[in-house]
């Protein structure tokens, strides 16, 4: 297969940063946080700009959906060996309210736009944990999917995927066009080296929003209420076997 790929990378709080719920319980606290590319989008642009290295693929196209910021995580998939990226602006409430199906279905779309043989993406997000994104851009394609993916490999027109589920390891290969979602264990990613980074700042990214491409980002569902988990209780030390059977018939848990 030689063609186009599409990459898609989120631009979320850094996996450094303590996490502080708003006085209001309406969300997270991100003004003022640093923010980077998701660390399974990273993954999966190192696993396209790879295949790319090998001749494998021509092009590798980011693509982000958020504000004015997410240029920069473009900016870093560029840096990484993307060859050109796409931001879809979306901004305000229609961002805090932005979705899996909404992503999806931008995708989707870029993909017809794009003339896209393969769309590949983090397995999830470490901000919202969905898991839905690649399966959703696979269901509204129509095209066979390879999700939680630990090795990929291109065969003609056929892709290899050894997929990370819960017994071990399952091995299957699905026809291109396909979607696929990359685990953590695929690959390492690399550093963006300075003069790759410069050379990034020379590279496009063609900016549009939802309804240029069709989409709309009205989302279905309202998020009520957010709080910090309860803070863990303090443990205690016992002498015998004795004391601890006392303890657990005092707190109720035999």
Known sequence: MSGRVLVGVKRVIDYAVKIRVKPDNSGVVTDGVKHSMNPFCEIAVE????LKEKKLIKEVVAVSCGPQQAQETIRTALAMGADRGIHVEVTGKDYEALGPLQVSKILAALVKKEDAQLVILGKQAIDDDCNQTGQMTAALLDWPQGTFASEVSL???KVKVIREIDGGLETIKINTPAVLTA???????????????????????????????????TSRLEVLRVDEPPQRQAGVKVETVEDLVAKLKEAGRI
């Open 47 to 50: 696993e396209a700009v790879k």
């Open 155 to 157: 065969e003609g027109d």
């Open 183 to 217: 685990d953590l264990r695929l690959n390492t990613p690399r550093y963006a080296t300075l003069p790759n980074i410069m050379k990034a700042k020379k590279k496009k990214i063609a900016n549009m929003k939802p309804a240029d491409l069709g989409v709309d980002v």
